[in-house]
T-cell receptor, first 112, second 116 residues
């Protein structure tokens, strides 16, 4: 299983771009990288998933270098409502190919 | 799309009773469902992996006779906490993965269990 390492916490201000990096040095060939957002007393919410290079959707971008040993979640122009815990999850893409393990997550605090 | 529901959202029970939590994938079929528990200010801890039509695979340290998991269909998995005790009080969260392709896990809203 790929172990992930993220900063414990980050602070930002409204309107800024936030980049959260996750290290996953022993990522396997068939592993995908998925990011989730979690608010207190709620289940994690899917943000974005990627395998390599760059992925962008309506809420975030995910940058993955060629060696895939790390990934960076980019949140453009954050607002107060983006204050949450963000988890990077690395695991196999095939449904029955195994499991993923959550790391400790990054607590993002957005200030006015 | 990709909505997962859980029921109940919260439950309070007396010590020694059993509690069943349902997890449903509402708009997709899930061959695999996962059950997690989360203590305050901690990360999610995987308890077991549930595959439709077969026995669940439990993580080390999780008692399979205490946490009964049934995945009877492609849209429903249940977790039963048997003979619950106060130390079982936690936030239980399920997730589901679509049958085919490299789909991510989609999580339910969680169930808060309080054992008195």
């Amino acid at each position: 299983l790929a172990k992930t390492t993220q900063p414990i916490s980050m602070d930002s201000y409204e309107g800024q771009e936030v980049n959260i990096t996750c290290s996953h040095n022993n990522i396997a060939t068939n592993d995908y990288i998925t990011w989730y957002q979690q608010f207190p007393s709620q289940g994690p919410r899917f943000i974005i998933q990627g395998y390599k290079t760059k992925v962008t959707n309506e809420v975030a971008s995910l940058f993955i270098p060629a060696d895939r040993k790390s990934s960076t979640l980019s949140l453009p122009r954050v607002s107060l409502s983006d204050t949450a815990v963000y988890y990077c999850l690395v695991g196999p893409g095939n449904t029955n190919a195994g499991k993923s393990t959550f790391g400790d997550g990054t607590t993002l605090t957005v200030k006015p | 799309g990709a909505v997962v529901s859980q029921h109940p959202s919260w439950v309070i029970c007396k010590s020694g009773t059993s509690v069943k939590i349902e997890c449903r994938s509402l708009d997709f079929q899930a061959t695999t469902m996962f059950w997690y528990r989360q203590f305050p200010k901690q990360s999610l801890m995987l308890m077991a992996t549930s595959n439709e039509g077969s026995k669940a695979t439990y993580e080390q340290g999780v008692e399979k006779d205490k946490f009964l998991i049934n995945h009877a269909s492609l849209t429903l998995s249940t977790l039963t906490v048997t003979s619950a005790h106060p130390e079982d009080s936690s936030f239980y969260i399920c997730s589901a993965r679509e049958t085919s392709g490299a789909e991510p896990q989609y999580f339910g809203p969680g169930t808060r269990l309080t054992v008195l």
